[in-house]
């Protein structure tokens, strides 16, 4: 079954007024992903990857941009501004082998953060896990990531403490949710 992921682009407006794309990331966005890390912090960086980098490799980059879309999807956020676009977010679910189960991540970069981008990727990801069938979806964060788990409460997730990697495990059924 070949995947069509842009049939995965919506427009929409931020709780903090923002005017956004989302959409599947493209092989030549690139750039856009490596501008977005300029803008993130150490601790961005830092609640994202669980360990403390400076900036992403370009292989490291590279690998982010490799996607299987049939399997998984990469997300972004993106605005116009001045004729041109930028990201302010990423939200990428990787699905399991089963199909039912997967995992997902989330980062905004700094100057868009507490503006509501993190809801709409999220919100858009899950939608999306739900229409490809999937059962569940978790996503990982440090206990100092506040924000993130505050979203995750409000979403739904059931939230545990996981010592083996001393994070917590933010968990949502998706069979419990209605499709949107």
Same mark, same amino acid.
């Given at each position: 079954m070949k995947s069509n992921p842009d049939q995965y682009e919506i427009s929409t407006i931020t709780k903090g007024g923002l005017e956004v794309v989302i959409r599947p990331i493209r092989a030549d966005d690139a750039p856009?992903?490596?501008?977005? !890390?300029?803008?993130l912090s150490p601790k961005?960086?830092? !609640? +994202?990857? !669980?360990?403390?980098?400076k900036?992403?490799?370009?292989? $490291?980059?590279?690998?982010? $941009?490799?996607? *299987?879309?049939g399997r998984d999807a990469v997300l972004i956020a993106t605005e116009r501004k001045e004729g041109r676009e930028q990201i302010l977010g990423v939200f990428r679910l990787m699905c399991y082998p089963d199909r039912?189960?997967?995992e !997902?991540?989330?980062?905004?970069?700094?100057? =868009?953060?507490?503006?509501?981008?993190?809801?709409k990727l999220l919100e858009h990801g899950l939608s999306i896990a739900k229409k490809r069938g999937m059962e569940s979806v978790f996503g990982m964060a440090l206990p100092e990531n506040k924000t993130m788990l505050a979203l995750a409460r409000k979403r739904g997730f059931a939230i545990? =403490? *996981?010592?083996?990697?001393?994070?917590?495990?933010?968990?949502?059924?998706?069979? +419990?949710?209605? +499709?949107?």
């Open positions: 856009l992903l490596e501008a977005l !890390f300029d803008t961005s960086l830092y !609640f +994202r990857f !669980f360990m403390r980098i900036k992403p490799s370009k292989e $490291m980059l590279a690998k982010l $941009m490799e996607i *299987d879309h039912k189960q997967g !997902f991540s989330l980062l905004v970069g700094d100057p =868009w953060q507490g503006k509501g981008v993190g809801a545990t =403490w *996981d010592s083996d990697v001393c994070a917590y495990e933010m968990t949502i059924n998706l069979t +419990r949710i209605n +499709r949107n």
